[in-house]
């Protein structure tokens, strides 16, 4: 085991690198799986909305790790939870990993999610595997006490891997799936907008919004915040190629008071999670 110091903001922070076990991998929708490591150093620092960055390989291709969000901390037992989608090389690697296989793990990365203050309203929106950095949050939320109205939404039910788990801790979800199999029959971000339009449902304007998704899911997320003047917090998931700031993979463009109006940030070091009023949405 190593510890490095990752610079966030001008602060050093404390991430590490272990040989960490498999304990659980689990194949739980389509493409999707759930893995479980064993990972005490990391699981104790972690908050809500950090992420790992993970050797799916020891062989030299894929040389790169790759990047996912801490889908829960167990700080008792030391173990991390992972949620993640095969959409590539990596992730077909890392799915074939098995219970007691040792896989390198760097992390906790990144700056999470400011959580809110007791009595805030909080709404909670995530698409697609952009659920992994909100049921962490959620679990956080509900041991502070905080109620949050959850939208959830994927392209089919059986996507949508976490409902029993988000409604354990006393969430009552609104779903929306692509092809009607589970809720609302349409983008997750329709349906929102049809509660905060319709007079009906008491819609309580949130103090905070939390988000992950994809990147037009979030988008129109956003219009509809801004439009309302909610503010929110977004985790963005870029390409990223060494995870602790030193190359410039995973730049993203947030508004700045210069002659550009905006400047670059990294995902790995400034991110992954940003006030969503700061991020330039017309080019994400
Ligand atoms: C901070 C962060 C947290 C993340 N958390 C999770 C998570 O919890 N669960 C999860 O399933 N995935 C997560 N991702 C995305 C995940 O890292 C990528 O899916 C993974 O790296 C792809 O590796 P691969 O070798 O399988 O695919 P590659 O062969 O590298 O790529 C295959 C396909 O996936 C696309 N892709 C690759 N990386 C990304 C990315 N970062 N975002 C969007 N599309 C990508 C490529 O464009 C390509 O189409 C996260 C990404 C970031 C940056």
Redesign the pocket.
């Known amino acids: 085991m190593g510890s490095i110091g990752t610079s966030v903001k001008g602060r050093v922070e404390l991430s590490f690198l272990i040989d960490a076990l498999v304990i659980k991998q689990e194949r739980v929708g389509p493409g999707l799986y759930f893995m479980e490591l064993q990972a005490p150093e990391i699981a104790r620092k972690a908050v809500p909305g950090q992420?790992v960055h993970m050797q799916v390989s020891r062989e030299l291709e894929?040389l790169l790790r790759?990047?996912?969000?801490i889908?829960n901390a167990d700080q008792d037992k030391g173990r991390l939870e992972?949620?993640?989608?095969?959409?590539?090389?990596?992730?077909?690697i890392l799915s074939k990993a098995a219970p007691g296989q040792n896989l390198s793990v760097l992390g906790p990365l990144?700056r999470g999610f400011v959580l809110p203050e007791k009595g805030q309203k909080v709404m909670v929106v995530g698409g697609g595997?952009g659920i992994?950095p909100l049921v962490f949050l959620l679990k956080e939320l509900a041991a502070g006490g905080i109620s949050a109205e959850v939208y959830l939404g994927a392209r089919t039910k059986t996507c949508l891997p976490s409902l029993s788990q988000v409604g354990s801790m006393g969430f009552q979800p609104k779903v929306a799936s692509d092809d009607g199999t589970i809720g609302y029959h349409g983008q997750i971000t329709a349906l929102l907008e049809r509660d905060m339009a319709d007079t009906a449902i008491a819609f309580l304007k949130p103090d905070m919004a939390y988000a992950c998704g994809p990147k037009p899911m979030l988008k129109s997320l956003a219009r509809l915040l801004l439009a309302k003047h909610i503010p929110f917090q977004v985790s963005l998931?870029?390409?990223?190629g060494c995870g602790v700031g030193a190359c410039l993979s995973?730049a993203c463009k947030i508004k700045a008071n210069n002659q550009e109006g905006y400047l670059y940030r990294h995902?790995c070091v400034n991110g992954?999670v940003f006030p969503g009023e700061e991020v330039v949405w017309d080019e994400a």
């Open positions: 992420f894929p790759r990047p996912f969000s889908y992972l949620l993640y989608q095969v959409v590539g090389k990596g992730t077909e990144g595997i992994a998931e870029e390409h990223m995973c995902v992954p």
